[in-house]
C-alpha cells in the first residue's frame, strides 16, 4: 500500500516505538502522551480515508490484514472498496501536487547555457549568480569554440594569439606557454587523456615547442593541474554565494531537521528559485554542511544537559537518605519523589541508565567509606585486645614474681585473686586469647622451665655417678647441686621446683608399683575364683577347710601367696555359686507355670533349647576366660617391666575378652564384677591423675593463645 506524502509536510512529536511483546504505540516527544493507534499528524491520506470506512487494518507478525467492524468479515487482501477508495486518493494528491508544482514554477533560464534568453521574455538572474554565470575567463572562451560569440564588451581586450617562432621560443617558460597554449585551443579538459591529447595536438606546429617528451607530458600535468584548481576556484566561488542564501533558506523554513535527508529537502524546497538555480552537488553539500551542523549542535547541547543533570544528581543523592544497605529500587523511589526532583524539567528528561550509573558511582563511594570505617573499627579493636593481653601478662609476671603463680596453680585457685583485677576485666569479651588460655600459657613456661632445670641436674649427676632417690632430703639436693656447680646458673626458686619435680617423680613411681602389685593380687584371685568352678565334688554348703584338700593343688591356688586372700576368694566363689543356683530355680518355676497355663508342647522344647544354648554359651564363655588368663598370665610379667601405659593394654583386652563373650549372653551374671573391677580402675585412675599432675603434665600444651592472636593479625 502507497502512501503519498505532500510536499511541504512538517515534521512531527510523534514517535513510533514497540513494546516487550512487538506491540507498536506512538509518543509524543513534548506532552509525553502515548496511543496505541497511529496520531492523525502521521497517517497517509489513504488511512485518514480509510479511517472514515467500516474497514480497520491489523498486523500479526508483520502480515497486515482487514476487519469490517459492521459485518465481522477478515479478509487477507485489500477489499476491492479499499482498493477504488485507494486509487481515488492517489489520483487527488497527484492533482494537487501538480497544480502545486504548476502554479509556482516560472521558466528559468539555464545557467550554463551560453546563449542567451529570448528578448520577448526576459528573465533576470539573481545578483548572487550573475558573475559565475558568465564567466569571462580565456579558459571558457577556448573551451567552446563551437559556441555561438557573444556579445563583447565594448573595452574588451582581444585575446593573443600565440604562434610558433621561427627556429622556436626563446626560453623553456614561452615554449611551455605556446604548449599550454595549444591545449586550450584545442578544448583539452581535465578529463582527457595523455594518449588522447596525443591524438589532437602531435600535428601542430606548436607541439615541437617543447623538445622532449618527457616535458610536454610535464607541461600536459601541469595544464590539468591548473584547470583543476580553476574549476575548483570557480565552484567555491559558487557556493559561497550560495551557502548564505541557502542557510537563511532552511533556518526560515524550519523543515530542515538534524535527521532531515536530501529526499525531504528536494520535496520541501522544490518550488524555491534559490534551490532550483543551484547544481545538486551543490545542494547536497550545502544541505548536509548545514545538517552536520545542527546534529553536532543537538549533540553538544545533548551532552551539556547530560553533564548538567549528572552534576545535580550527584549533588541530589547526596542529600537523600542513601545509605549503604540501600538497594536500587528504594533509591530510585527516594529521587524521583524529591521536590528537587519534580521541580527540576531538565532533571526529568535524565535517563533511567545515568540515573543508575550515578547511584553506582555514589554506592561505590559509600561502601569504601564503610570498608575504611569498619578497617579502622577492626584496628582499633586488634589493638586494644594486644594492650590487653600484655596487661595479663604483666599481670602474670608479678604474680609468678610473688610466689603466687607457679607450675602447679589452679586456675580455680588463682581467679579467687585477679577477679577484681582491671587488667583481668578488660581482657573479657575481646577477640584473640582469653585470660585462661594466657593462664594456661603462662604455667606451661614455669613448667617448661623447671623440666630444663630437671634436665640439667639429672645430667650433670649422671656425669658424676650420683642419683637422687626418694630417702633424699632438700638440703642433701641442694649439696649436690652446689657439688655439681649448677648453683650459678639456677636460681633457688627454680632449684625449689626441680627438687619437688624429681621428689614427685619418685613418689609417683613408687606408687605405680604398689597399684601394679596390688592388681597383680586381685588378678591372681579372680583366677582361683574362675579354677574353683572346675572342681569336682565340691560342696557348696562346705566350709574353706573341708574344701582345701579340693583345691590346694591348683595353679591358681599356689599363685595367691596370702592365706586371706585365698580364703576370700573361695567365700565369693560359693555366694556366687549360690546366687546362681537361685535365679536358675526361679527361671524354672516360671517357666513351668507357662507350661502350665499354655499347655503347648512346643514351648517345652523351646524352653528346654534355649536352656541347652545357654549351658553351651556358659561353657564357652568357662574357655574363653581360661584361655585369656593364661594368655594374661604371660602377659603380667611383661607388663610389669613397662610403664603404665602396659596396664591399660591389659585392663583393655580383659575388656574385650568379656565383651565377646556378653554379647552371646544378655544376661551376664557376672556383670556386677565387671563394674565393680571398673569402678575400682576409676578410683585408681582418678587418684593416679591427682598425685601425678607434674608427670601427666605434658609441656607447652596446645598453644591456643599465641595461635589465636595470630589469627586476629595483631597491628
Not at 79 to 97: C, G, I, N, R, T
Not at 574 to 598: C, I, M, P, T, W
Not at 604 to 615: A, M, N, S
Amino acid at each position: 500500500m502507497t502512501a503519498v506524502v505532500p510536499a511541504g509536510a512538517k515534521h512531527s512529536d510523534w514517535k513510533e516505538y514497540k513494546n516487550a511483546d512487538g506491540r507498536a504505540y506512538w509518543s509524543h516527544a513534548v506532552t509525553k502522551q502515548s496511543v496505541w493507534e497511529k496520531p492523525d499528524e502521521l497517517k497517509t491520506p489513504f488511512e485518514k480515508a480509510m479511517a472514515k470506512t467500516n474497514w480497520k487494518q491489523y498486523t500479526t507478525k508483520d502480515r497486515p490484514y482487514y476487519v469490517n467492524s459492521f459485518t465481522k468479515e477478515t479478509v487477507w487482501q485489500l477489499p476491492p472498496d479499499l482498493v477504488e477508495l485507494q486509487k481515488k486518493v492517489e489520483e487527488e494528491e497527484a492533482e494537487k501536487e501538480r497544480r502545486h508544482v504548476a502554479g509556482e514554477a516560472s521558466p528559468v533560464a539555464d545557467l550554463r547555457s551560453p546563449s542567451p534568453a529570448p528578448a520577448a521574455s526576459p528573465s533576470p538572474e539573481p545578483e548572487y549568480l550573475r558573475q559565475s554565470a558568465n564567466p569571462s575567463t580565456a579558459l571558457t572562451r577556448y573551451r567552446s569554440p563551437s559556441r555561438s560569440p557573444e556579445p563583447a564588451a565594448p573595452a574588451a581586450v582581444p585575446e593573443r594569439v600565440i604562434t610558433m617562432p621561427p627556429g622556436g621560443f626563446r626560453n623553456h617558460e614561452d615554449a611551455e606557454e605556446g604548449f599550454m597554449y595549444l591545449l586550450k585551443r584545442e578544448g583539452i579538459d581535465e578529463t582527457a587523456t595523455w594518449d588522447q591529447t596525443m591524438r589532437k595536438i602531435v600535428l601542430d606546429p606548436l607541439y615541437k615547442a617543447l623538445d622532449t617528451m618527457a616535458q610536454k607530458k610535464a607541461a600536459f600535468e601541469k595544464y590539468v593541474r591548473q584547470l583543476v584548481e580553476e574549476r575548483q576556484a570557480q565552484r567555491d566561488a559558487r557556493i559561497a554565494k550560495l551557502r548564505p542564501v541557502l542557510v537563511r533558506l532552511f533556518q526560515q523554513s524550519g523543515a530542515v531537521k538534524p535527521y532531515s535527508t536530501m529526499k525531504t529537502a528536494d520535496a520541501v524546497f522544490a518550488s524555491e528559485r534559490a534551490w532550483r538555480d543551484a547544481q545538486p552537488d551543490e545542494r547536497r553539500l550545502v544541505f548536509e554542511d548545514y545538517v552536520r551542523g545542527l546534529r553536532a549542535a543537538e549533540e553538544a547541547a545533548e551532552h551539556e544537559l547530560k553533564v548538567r543533570n549528572a552534576e545535580v544528581l550527584s549533588a541530589l543523592v547526596r542529600r537523600l537518605d542513601i545509605s549503604v544497605s540501600t538497594r536500587w529500587r528504594a533509591a530510585h523511589d527516594m529521587i524521583v519523589n524529591s521536590d528537587a526532583f519534580r521541580d527540576d524539567d531538565r532533571l526529568r528528561q535524565m535517563e533511567t541508565v545515568d540515573m543508575l550509573r550515578i547511584y553506582e558511582d555514589y554506592a561505590v563511594s559509600l561502601e569504601r567509606e564503610h570498608e575504611d570505617a569498619v578497617r579502622r573499627h577492626r584496628a582499633e579493636q586488634v589493638r586494644r585486645a594486644r594492650k590487653a593481653r600484655e596487661g595479663f601478662r604483666a599481670l602474670l609476671a608479678e604474680l609468678a614474681a610473688e610466689g603466687r603463680l607457679t607450675r602447679k596453680s589452679k586456675w580455680k585457685d588463682l581467679y579467687a585473686r585477679i577477679k577484681d583485677d582491671d587488667r583481668y576485666a578488660a581482657l573479657l569479651g575481646v577477640s584473640g586469647s582469653s585470660p585462661l588460655d594466657l593462664w594456661m600459657d603462662a604455667v606451661d613456661d614455669l613448667q617448661e622451665e623447671c623440666e630444663g632445670a630437671v634436665r640439667k641436674i639429672e645430667a650433670a649427676l649422671a656425669e658424676r655417678a650420683k642419683a637422687i632417690n626418694l630417702d633424699t632430703k632438700e638440703d642433701e639436693f641442694e649439696q649436690l647441686v652446689q657439688e655439681a656447680g649448677l648453683a650459678a646458673q639456677i636460681d633457688e626458686k627454680a632449684r625449689r621446683d626441680a627438687y619437688d619435680m624429681i621428689h614427685g617423680r619418685l613418689v609417683q613411681a613408687v606408687a605405680d608399683e604398689q597399684r601394679r602389685a596390688e592388681r597383680k593380687r586381685r588378678h591372681r584371685i579372680d583366677d582361683l575364683r574362675y579354677a574353683l568352678r572346675k572342681v569336682r565334688d565340691l560342696d557348696l554348703e562346705g566350709s574353706y577347710d573341708d574344701a582345701l584338700p579340693l583345691i590346694k593343688d591348683l595353679p591358681e591356688f599356689k599363685d595367691v601367696a596370702e592365706e586371706d586372700d585365698r580364703r576370700a576368694a573361695f567365700d565369693k566363689f560359693v555366694k556366687r555359686q549360690k546366687d546362681k543356683l537361685r535365679e536358675a530355680e526361679s527361671s524354672e518355676a516360671g517357666s513351668a507355670h507357662r507350661v502350665r497355663d499354655s499347655g503347648d508342647r512346643r514351648d517345652r522344647e523351646r524352653d528346654g533349647d534355649r536352656d541347652k544354648d545357654r549351658d553351651k554359651e556358659r561353657d564357652g564363655r568357662d574357655r574363653d576366660r581360661d584361655r585369656e588368663r593364661r594368655r594374661s598370665e604371660h602377659r603380667d610379667d611383661h607388663r610389669d617391666r613397662d610403664n603404665v601405659d602396659g596396664d591399660r593394654e591389659r585392663e583393655r583386652d580383659r575388656r574385650d575378652s568379656y565383651s565377646r563373650s556378653n554379647r552371646h549372653d544378655r544376661s551376664h551374671r557376672d556383670r556386677g564384677d565387671d563394674k565393680e573391677r571398673e569402678r575400682e580402675r576409676d578410683r585408681e585412675r582418678r587418684g593416679r591423675d591427682a598425685d601425678g599432675e607434674d608427670r601427666d603434665r605434658e609441656p607447652k600444651r596446645r598453644r591456643l593463645s599465641r595461635s589465636r592472636d595470630r589469627e586476629e593479625g595483631e597491628i
